[in-house]
């Protein structure tokens, strides 16, 4: 291959968008506004922290529902999300899936971005007038493996959070909110509202939100750069030229064949929910699967004999989605550029890869045992 081509495949418009964000909040941090916003977090809980990545869920997935979509959402929630999280005790870890299954939870709601391009690529099959159907196996799904996690990663940190919360109660009485942070809340409220109503480029306005406080004397250049996790950008950014070179080279094409033999009437669920789920682990799930497969889900059901549309359709969508956390995802990409220590961040791409790929098997399972009976309702 020509450098260009090779070159050709450097995420740059992701690469923008995780300068960006981290760079914002990496503002927020320096002047101390993530660490008050942090304390004033935890008292929505009433000092019961374990309840925290509940509300990281919830709050991702009402932001992804109403239509800017799971990648939005979640470049909006995550660091913010992390800050508090660290700050309670909460392992990196269960903020980045709370978060990430939130976006994904509300994702494909009728009136979210992703959401319509699901349900016209389903049209396109014949499949009609099954958008409850469609949000509700999408939302189930996320939100069941999210308690899943949720309860074992909370019960061994029980005391760790209750501790940190309270801690956090009292120097929430003794230190208010400066004027600095804020304008600086302020600022991000602006920023969030000109993505999700004025459909402001997310990266790119970050970078304007940036230019402002800095002007404005509310954080230090210098300082905010040096906490930007360039290392971990970096990273992921090489990933995913390798994973275009994959595409290019037809690994994907090959990949694909060799698992769609696999299939018959009574799997076709369980199937073609591990395929999507395996593509979508190192590919956009909205870009490149939703719209290569959901078209062909009526053909697929005649091609095999058997099978019915609309199950195949929500086994493409939920399968496709559970993995969105791998770090070979943007999803997962941008909670792992949230972590500024090289070190930890590396043990979540680790522990957020192999999260993604086992819910190719459970997601599998999952629209195996539920895709038919939701479908038939």
């Not at 964000?21 to 935890?42: D, P, Q, W, Y």
């Not at 391009?117 to 958008?131: D, L, V, Y």
């Not at 996320?142 to 990663?153: I, K």
Request: hydrophobic share 55%; charged share 10%.
């Amino acid at each position: 291959m020509k450098p260009d081509a090779i070159i050709a495949g450097f995420p740059g418009s992701l690469f923008l968008t995780l300068a960006g964000v981290t760079m914002l909040f990496a503002c927020a941090e320096s002047n101390g506004t993530l660490e008050r916003l942090a304390h004033k977090a935890v008292l929505l809980v009433k000092g019961r922290g374990g309840l925290l990545p509940l509300l990281f869920f919830l709050i991702a997935m009402v932001i992804s529902s109403v239509g800017p979509g799971a990648i939005s959402s979640v470049a909006l929630v995550v660091p913010l999300a992390m800050a508090i999280g660290h700050r309670s005790g909460i392992p990196s870890f269960l903020t980045a899936l709370m978060v990430a299954n939130g976006a994904n939870a509300g994702n494909l709601s009728p009136i979210s971005s992703i959401g319509v391009i699901a349900n016209s690529k389903m049209a396109e099959a014949g499949i009609t007038g099954h958008e409850l159907k469609v949000w509700a196996s999408n939302f189930g799904a996320h939100a069941a493996v999210s308690l899943v996690a949720w309860f074992f990663l909370t019960r061994s940190k029980t005391e760790t959070l209750t501790n940190s919360v309270a801690l956090s109660d009292d120097q929430t009485d003794k230190s208010p909110l400066t004027r600095s942070q804020l304008i600086t809340i302020a600022v991000i409220l602006i920023w969030i509202c000109g993505v999700l109503f004025a459909k402001l480029n997310l990266g790119l306005s970050a970078f304007a939100a940036v230019v402002v406080m800095i002007i404005g004397n509310l954080a230090e250049e210098r300082e905010i750069v040096k906490k930007v996790p360039w290392t971990v950008i970096l990273m992921v950014c090489g990933v995913s030229v390798l994973i275009s070179l994959l595409e290019k080279t037809g690994g994907m094409d090959l990949f694909t064949g060799l698992l769609a033999r696999m299939a018959g009437p009574s799997s076709i669920n369980g199937v073609i929910a591990f395929i999507t789920g395996a593509i979508s682990t190192y590919s956009s799930t909205s870009g490149v699967v939703l719209p290569a497969f959901l078209p062909t889900a009526s053909k697929l059901a005649a091609q095999l004999g058997g099978g019915d549309p609309l199950a195949i359709a929500l086994s493409i969508n939920v399968g496709s989605a559970l993995v969105d956390v791998s770090p070979l995802s943007t999803l997962g990409a941008l909670c792992v550029a949230t972590v500024t220590d090289e070190t930890d961040s590396k043990k979540l791409f680790q522990k957020l890869l192999v999260w993604g790929l086992s819910m190719t098997v459970v997601g599998a399972i999952l629209c195996q045992l539920f895709a038919g009976w939701i479908a038939r309702i």
